[in-house]
């Protein structure tokens, strides 16, 4: 009994009758392709221009690509132009390294790089251990007080940024007057 | 059934503060770093090719050889004149000369800048190594005692927070612009007191909290000599042999890079 009253209700919702327009709502159409009037022009005139516009696109696509896809030129690797024309002159003589030279230079490069690599090993082992000892520090604040752990664990912004220089190879003058560091910036960009 | 009554042990809280001189002059490079560097060079100079500076010495030298013939052959000069103006030779002997002026004048390699063992209070000592401040406290003591060198520590007021105290314990120090490193301690050590101590106390130890801190410029000591008898900035390798104790060393291990 039940389920034909549905039915029969449901199809009745479906036919747009008076009493069923609250359902169902239409509005007059509000978009469409064609917006200006359309004037004839002459089919050839329309294809040439079209052509036009083309070519026009093409052309500034090749631009386009012919500068961003380049490489540039690194200023400082480059030779400038006076120098490649007496190419000739500048070419050294070339060096006959005798065998003893050869591994002396092999057995140099073996013990620096050994010895990057202990440093770098070092390096780890000091960051690892350092953040081991926070970590042992924080959990031993957190169970002395919980308030002042909250309080290390804030992150600390008023630090950055930081400027940090670096030592210079020999010991500062003291009242040393430095000349005037005025530069013009010459290098190229491509835009 | 035997219930154990488990005494809760309270900690005396204290901020320290390692605070660091970093180095003014670069260290000198290492055997092999120098080793490194002279092969590398002379590959860099082999497969280069010659510049203008050298072009010109190349012409020099034959304009010597024509000139020194031409003169054995007693035939005067006027041909070289105009070509032999300034050789690359003058020019080197000339930058020497300015070169010894300005070493004597601005005194770069001072060696007693470097290595000089001036005076340990003086911050500007071992000029090429990163020094910490170590000092002795009596932690407002009458009785005449000094702790061991050791980094400046004090006890934090009730809820303050850590870097609270760090800071306050640098203002105790030092005037000017010294910057502790974040908000979290790098370290603790834990230090138990002896009984009559702790029983006086009702705490059993204390433990330290250490920061890390960084000279600026501009900075000048002006600690309380009372609380501070003695201090001193000290390198790595002096502090290993200054500061006793193994576990203090050992929590503070990191604040060295070497």
Same mark, same amino acid.
């Given at each position: 009994?039940?389920?034909?009253?549905?039915?029969?209700?449901?199809?009745?919702?479906?036919?747009?009758?008076?009493?069923?327009?609250?359902?169902?709502?239409?509005?007059?159409?509000?978009?469409?392709?064609?917006?200006?009037?359309?004037?004839?022009?002459?089919?050839?005139?329309?294809?040439?221009?079209?052509?036009?516009?083309?070519?026009?696109?093409?052309?500034?696509?090749?631009?386009?690509?012919?500068?961003?896809?380049?490489?540039?030129?690194?200023?400082?690797?480059?030779?400038?132009?006076?120098?490649?024309?007496?190419?000739?002159?500048?070419?050294?003589?070339?060096?006959?390294?005798?065998?003893?030279?050869?591994?002396?230079?092999?057995?140099?490069?073996?013990?620096?790089?050994?010895?990057?690599?202990?440093?770098?090993?070092?390096?780890?082992?000091?960051?690892?251990?350092?953040?081991?000892?926070?970590?042992?520090?924080?959990?031993?604040?957190?169970?002395?007080?919980?308030?002042?752990?909250?309080?290390?664990?804030?992150?600390?912004?008023?630090?950055?940024?930081?400027?940090?220089?670096?030592?210079?190879?020999?010991?500062?003058?003291?009242?040393?007057?430095?000349?005037?560091?005025?530069?013009?910036?010459?290098?190229?960009?491509?835009? | 059934?035997?219930?154990?009554?488990?005494? @809760?042990?309270?900690?005396? $809280?204290?901020?320290?503060?390692?605070?660091?001189?970093?180095?003014?002059?670069?260290?000198?490079?290492?055997?092999?770093?120098?080793?490194?560097?002279?092969?590398?060079?002379?590959?860099?100079?082999?497969?280069?090719?010659?510049?203008?500076?050298?072009?010109?010495?190349?012409?020099?030298? $034959?304009?010597?050889?024509?000139?020194?013939?031409?003169?054995?052959?007693?035939?005067?000069?006027?041909?070289?004149?105009?070509?032999?103006?300034?050789?690359?030779?003058?020019?080197?002997?000339?930058?020497?000369?300015?070169?010894?002026?300005?070493?004597? @004048?601005?005194?770069?390699?001072?060696?007693?800048? $470097?290595?000089?063992?001036?005076?340990?209070?003086?911050?500007?000592?071992?000029?090429?190594?990163?020094?910490?401040?170590?000092?002795?406290?009596?932690?407002?003591?009458?009785?005449?005692?000094?702790?061991?060198?050791?980094?400046?520590?004090?006890?934090? @007021?009730?809820?303050?927070?850590?870097?609270?105290?760090?800071?306050?314990?640098?203002?105790?120090?030092?005037?000017?612009?010294?910057?502790?490193?974040?908000?979290?301690? $790098?370290?603790?050590?834990?230090?138990?007191?002896?009984?009559?101590?702790?029983?006086?106390?009702?705490?059993?130890?204390?433990?330290?909290?250490?920061?890390?801190?960084?000279?600026?410029?501009?900075?000048?000591?002006?600690?309380?000599?009372?609380?501070?008898?003695?201090?001193?900035?000290?390198?790595?390798?002096?502090?290993?042999?200054?500061?006793?104790?193994?576990?203090?060393?050992?929590?503070?291990?990191?604040?060295?890079?070497?």
């Amino acid at each position: 009994m039940i389920p034909w009253k549905t039915a029969t209700s449901a199809f009745g919702k479906l036919c747009l009758t008076s009493s069923n327009q609250r359902f169902i709502h239409t509005s007059p159409a509000t978009c469409s392709v064609f917006m200006k009037r359309q004037k004839k022009i002459d089919p050839e005139i329309a294809k040439t221009r079209e052509i036009r516009k083309r070519k026009k696109l093409e052309k500034e696509i090749r631009e386009m690509m012919r500068h961003s896809k380049k490489p540039k030129p690194v200023d400082e690797m480059a030779l400038d132009v006076k120098s490649a024309k007496n190419l000739s002159e500048r070419i050294r003589p070339p060096t006959q390294l005798s065998d003893e030279v050869v591994d002396e230079r092999a057995l140099v490069l073996k013990e620096y790089c050994r010895s990057r690599s202990h440093l770098m090993k070092a390096d780890e082992k000091w960051i690892r251990t350092s953040i081991f000892l926070q970590n042992k520090a924080l959990a031993e604040l957190k169970k002395l007080d919980p308030k002042l752990y909250e309080a290390a664990i804030q992150p600390d912004t008023g630090s950055f940024p930081q400027t940090i220089n670096g030592p210079s190879l020999s010991a500062p003058v003291e009242n040393y007057d430095s000349p005037d560091g005025e530069y013009t910036d010459t290098t190229r960009t491509w835009s | 059934m035997r219930f154990t009554h488990v005494a @809760r042990s309270s900690w005396d $809280i204290m901020a320290s503060v390692i605070i660091h001189r970093p180095p003014i002059v670069a260290p000198q490079m290492t055997a092999i770093e120098k080793r490194y560097a002279a092969v590398q060079s002379q590959i860099e100079k082999e497969n280069s090719l010659l510049n203008d500076y050298e072009i010109k010495s190349k012409k020099d030298q $034959i304009l010597l050889e024509r000139k020194a013939k031409l003169e054995a052959a007693g035939r005067d000069l006027s041909e070289l004149e105009g070509e032999l103006e300034v050789t690359n030779q003058m020019r080197e002997q000339e930058w020497q000369n300015k070169a010894t002026q300005l070493a004597k @004048r601005y005194k770069f390699d001072d060696a007693e800048k $470097i290595e000089g063992d001036v005076d340990e209070k003086d911050e500007k000592r071992l000029a090429d190594k990163e020094l910490v401040l170590v000092v002795k406290q009596r932690y407002g003591r009458e009785d005449g005692y000094q702790s061991p060198w050791q980094f400046p520590e004090i006890s934090t @007021r009730q809820g303050e927070p850590l870097r609270q105290s760090a800071e306050r314990c640098v203002g105790e120090l030092l005037m000017g612009d010294v910057s502790i490193q974040g908000n979290a301690p $790098i370290s603790v050590f834990t230090l138990r007191y002896p009984k009559p101590m702790a029983d006086a106390k009702k705490k059993s130890g204390s433990k330290v909290f250490f920061y890390n801190a960084i000279l600026g410029a501009k900075t000048a000591i002006k600690l309380n000599t009372t609380e501070f008898p003695e201090y001193a900035w000290v390198s790595a390798e002096e502090f290993v042999k200054r500061v006793p104790g193994t576990d203090y060393r050992s929590a503070v291990r990191t604040s060295f890079l070497q």
